[in-house]
């Protein structure tokens, strides 16, 4: 199986790189024979590459360790799901997913478009295939999947930190996003060189623009869910170099996703707009490449290894290529308007973009700080998380800003009715959140006043933003209220006229609003989206508790108004861990609220003849009589001990499974979406005693939630709407008569 | 309470040198960061105060084992950059869209050539843009 997935690889590669030099060679000889054949060039890539896939999903899942990337990534132990999401648990496997994707959906381009943009066809099937072909350059040659060694008994295992569903997908979902900006980019590339730069590269992509975002986006949620309940630090971003290379591109999409609704109305912005979408692709490569390099020290890049000067070639030539490109056609990409106003909708985007160009521009300055640091004065530094959230929230903030006034604000030029009509009580509904903040927290206000005062005077600008961060949360707050009051409002508005006009129902009007317009109300669903997001972020960072107590079994830990009681603990060997799962019952202000079970758990190096003879026999004893089964699991643990003092490699691998209590109990409403987090640090195995770190995170639920809302907002954008169609086939009208 | 302090401050001062996520050695979870925990304590148990153990740990193992280098330097770089730049480019905008205004309203309506073609664009747009603002 293996020798037929190394052919299909290489096949595959030959029938992108035919594409690509097909393509090109159609754009110089008039026939249609090469265009077709470079078409069908596509789709034979896809087809193979999927081949490829499948042989090595079969070397996963047959057990097949002679394989590299199975001995790495699988073991006979781990669970059927596991063993087929292994696929994409190291470096080869990943780009060959990447490539994967990447070929289906340019087949998908191709099939969608065979009677359509016949002008810019040649180009886009061009670059889509440069692409693909790089990939797969990669995949055969850098860094093959197919690689084998000698027959093996059994594998090294999947990362533990990895076992979890949500890590299972997050890749697949991310790449999806990351791959997906080809297509934007690969249309914008097109134009550019046909000359064809009027609105058609982005009205025909607008729903894989759309598509690629939103699963970015998720992937990103789903990587924040995980490391929330995987990593067991309590929080759920770090500002981890991986977790950043996700962040901008999405950052840049969203500017894409703005921007350009300026030029479809106004025919503005045309230069940016290329600008963005070159950026977008560029930095979604520069984020594999980053996740899977290693350049920059990351735990998430659980692969590293020499694909580093390719990418850094490949990123190179493709973004000073596509810039001087876009240089040559600035005569064409000349604006159809003019600005007229600080205070209008077309303004408006100009700072949005600012916003989001400017947070994604600072978390790439901040990330690669530590190579330019290195580079320019020969010191290692580190950029960990204060110095983001420091740089970043004030921008945040304003954006937050933004996103209530931005689609409301007049075009062309504010007058002061547009601004009274729209957000005089939205103003009025943040302002009052301020106060009301002020009046409950009036104590931590006082004092955060007087601390900036007390910095400015000696002239400790650390102080002062240390001081500043007690604002922030009830601004956010304060923000997020106009904003919903934005939103509310318009649709309030949009309901009521309905209604008026045509003696709709409300709920009826409610629904036929949507519809008739689902990009537009869908856009302020993800807006709402949003700023569900942000109060969950504000509040869970601002008002988190913790503690870290060593307790022993029957003891009891208290924390703001909740008291957990360390009932005791249980032995297991299950799949291939040693687990120390400790039973606790969480008191919420006197009430009983939850049992819970968190574990501390060892995965046992396996490639210890010694050490997988004792786990396999104790695991044979689960569920027979219960004190020799614990006391087979004490001796394992005893055993990894005495192995550890003698060893110099890794004798187990820890991990924690932490136990969360979500509180949505309308019995405790002012702890509405409150988590209580309990992470074992350490369990005695023999005495019982642990080491737990407990925290309540109020409102993060809001965060997850908020997720929710802007994956309805997306797909009511992203479904088919006739009104878009009618208007791609108009400009598409137009084109072809100009082109005529 | 001072020697709570001066863990407190240390701890969330210097990095957990697990090579996991850059955090803090009071905030990271690994294995790791008890160890380094367990030292501190004894560190500060010593006598000695948060900023003296942090200058030790810098002394021995350079800046990167702090969670965010000291805003001094070249690393200004990093704590400044952000901010000079978000101001840059909000002049930088006002004044651009100032210009552009001045521009248009120099240049009269007539000298951009009216094309059949444009005009198709412009009324598609402007019939939508009506319908928007209904």
Redo the contacts between chains.
Sequence with gaps: MSTLGHFALFLALACAAWAATAAWLSTISKGKGLHRSAERGVLAACGLVALAVAALEYGFVTDDFSLDSVYHYSSVNQPLPYKIGALWGGQAGSLLLWAFILSSMSAIVVVTNRNKNRALMPWIVHVLAIVMTFFLVLTNFIASPFESGPLRADGVGLNPQLKNYWMMIHPPTLYLGYVGFTIPFAFGIAALVTRRTGDIWFRTTRRWTLFSWFFLGIGILMGSYWAYIE?????YW???PVENASLMPWLMGTAFLHSVMLQE???MMKVWNMTLIILTFCLAIFGTFLTRSGII???HSFATSDIGPAFAWFLGITFFGSLILLVLRLDDLKS?A?????LSRE?SF??NN?MLV?IA??VL??TT??L??EA??G?????????FNL??I??ALFLLFLVGVGPLIA?RKATAENFRRNFLVPALVGVWSLVLFVVLEGRAAIDAARGIFRSIFAAN??GVFDSLKTFYPPLCFALAGFVFATVVLEFFRGVR?RHHQYGEAPFVALGRLVWR?KR?WGGYVVHVGFVVVCIGVAASSAYRKETVEMIAPKGTIKIDGYAMTYDGYRLEAIDDYVAAVTELTVWQDGRFVARLEAEQRWHPNMLFPELREAFLRTKALRGGDPAAYTASIQGLYALIGRLEGQAGREVKT?S?EVAIHKSFSLAAPQRFAEDFYV?P??VDPFTGQA?F?VFVNPMVNFLWFGGFVLVFGASLCVFPDARERK?LE??MA?DD??AA | MIAGQAYEQAATAL?CDC??????IK?????RA?ELRVALAKDVAAGRSGDEIIAAYVARY????????P?T???L???T???I??LG??VM??L???R??R??AALPAETVPPSS??D??YL??LR??VE?S?
């Design positions: 990593l067991g630090w309590g929080g770090a500002w981890d109305k106004k025919g020290s990351s735990v159809e003019r600005m007229e106003s600080v303004a100009l700072f600012m400017g521009a600072t300055l901040l700080f530590p330019i640091s320019a004065t010191r290692k530094v580190t950029m960990g998380p204060p110095i740089v970043n004030p921008w075009w600008f650390g006229a317009n537009r820890p924690t992470t640090l350490g080491n770190r208007r108009a400009s137009i008569r100009e | 990095l090579g996991c996520h850059p955090q803090s905030e990271c979870a690994c294995g008890e350079g800046q990167k084992v702090l969670v965010a280098p805003a330097g070249f690393n770089v990093a704590w950059g952000p901010a730049g978000l480019a909000a905008i006002t651009m869209i100032r552009w205004h521009l248009s073609a444009m198709e664009a598609a747009r939508h843009d928007e209904r």
